[in-house]
């Protein structure tokens, strides 16, 4: 499912989404990242931090939920966050930074790859709720 139709940001905000954002806000492997200009939220991702076991015993940084705001697009807003959030896993001393993208968002698979990021894994959803 899309992000269009997969969220809803009506007033009032669901309560999933108060308890979500406390969740994060108190766990320091987490980070909500947000880009503004003149007042108005241009950009957002969330960063987390997973240790491992593989490699023997490396942490991972996972990119999410990256949303640029659509008169945004394409004036390198995208790729600074990116390259700030890989910057981030640098610091934090992370084997590899890792992301995930819908098969069908092609332009964001361009994006990605220009960035010099890899294809690298096919991945597998198992839904656990009929509220997906």
């Keep these: 499912m899309n ?3 997969r969220e809803d940001a009506s007033l009032p905000l669901d309560p999933g989404y108060g308890r979500a954002f406390d969740a994060i806000h108190a766990d320091p492997n987490q980070m909500l990242v947000v880009a503004e200009r003149d007042g108005r939220v241009i950009g957002t991702l969330q960063l987390s931090f997973l240790p491992g076991l593989s490699h023997r015993g490396a942490w991972r940084g996972q990119i999410e939920a990256v949303r640029i705001a659509a008169d945004r697009r394409g004036d390198g807003l995208g790729a600074a966050m990116i390259g700030w959030a890989v910057a981030q896993c640098r610091a ?3 084997f590899i930074a890792q992301l995930t993208s819908n098969n069908d968002r092609v332009a964001a698979h361009r994006f990605y ?3 010099g ?3 690298s894994h096919a991945g597998f959803k198992l839904y656990l709720t009929e509220d997906h």
């Design 3 to 5: 992000g269009a139709k």
């Design 113 to 115: 790859e220009r960035l």
């Design 92 to 94: 934090r001393g992370c």
């Design 117 to 119: 990021w890899q294809k």
